[in-house]
């Protein structure tokens, strides 16, 4: 699902569906934060997409690999100024291998998610680790699933409704899975796309990271060090190659 959800029809409009992500308040602390992650080292992302992250990052003078399975999604961040400083390559971010080590590997908004199993989620964390020199570290975001808002039996959850359209997840407690479908109002019609998740919690990673060599460094609630709770809706966990 996910080679096809990131195909032409959604890579043609993602940056403007998804313009609130690449608003300088959330892109800023993100590029920040990893460059000093990265510190003199380079730096590879996982499902570069359209360069929201990679771009800043780089303008930050952190060399940056990006590997991602959409060419559609990869044609719109080789069009934007400053992609030539950006190495990108089509690949699937559980088992594509890019030459070379990092101090940094990163994995954003969700992402982790979009692989629909747990054998491709641990998958993932263990490509990162074989990227990852000795002291590196792979940087996850990710929502907390938000299984509390939804009351006994109750398994569909509304996320947005605006004058643009509207989205909700269905959840399966059973399998993991968090499927979505997102409505566009555009030129008057309606317009729907799918997507396919498996959610995983934050002690879940954590687990998945420890099969791959990596310890938990830090988890903050948000890209400025805020303090994560038990009601924080999201987590960006820090984890660190032995």
């Not at 952190?62 to 044609?75: E, F, K, P, Q, Y």
């Not at 390559?89 to 982790?112: C, H, K, P, Q």
């Not at 808002?149 to 996320?159: A, C, D, E, H, Y």
Request: net charge negative.
């Amino acid at each position: 699902m996910a080679d096809e959800y990131f195909g032409e029809r959604v890579a043609a409009r993602y940056d403007a569906h998804s313009g609130g992500m690449f608003d300088p308040s959330v892109v800023e602390p993100a590029a920040d934060l990893l460059a000093e992650l990265a510190g003199d080292g380079p730096a590879l992302e996982f499902a570069v997409g359209t360069g929201r992250i990679a771009l800043p990052l780089a303008e930050r003078g952190v060399r940056v690999t990006g590997i991602d399975n959409s060419d559609a999604m990869l044609a719109r961040l080789r069009a934007k100024p400053g992609a030539a400083r950006i190495e990108v390559l089509t690949g699937d971010m559980a088992s594509t291998r890019v030459e070379g080590d990092f101090s940094l590997v990163y994995l954003v908004f969700n992402t982790i998610f979009n692989l629909t199993t747990q054998d491709g989620q641990v998958a993932c964390f263990a490509n990162a680790a074989a990227h990852l020199r000795s002291g590196g570290r792979f940087v996850v975001e990710a929502r907390v699933p938000e299984l509390q808002r939804l009351p006994l039996g109750q398994t569909v959850l509304p996320w947005r409704a605006d004058p643009e359209g509207m989205s909700f997840y269905v959840y399966d407690v059973v399998t993991q899975r968090m499927d979505g479908q997102h409505f566009y109002l555009t030129d008057g019609q309606m317009e729907a796309s799918p997507i396919e998740l498996r959610y995983a919690w934050p002690s879940e990673l954590d687990l998945m990271a420890r099969l791959a060599g990596m310890r938990l460094q830090d988890r903050w609630a948000g890209w400025r060090r805020e303090p994560f709770t038990g009601l924080s809706p999201a987590h960006v966990s820090v984890y660190e190659k032995a």
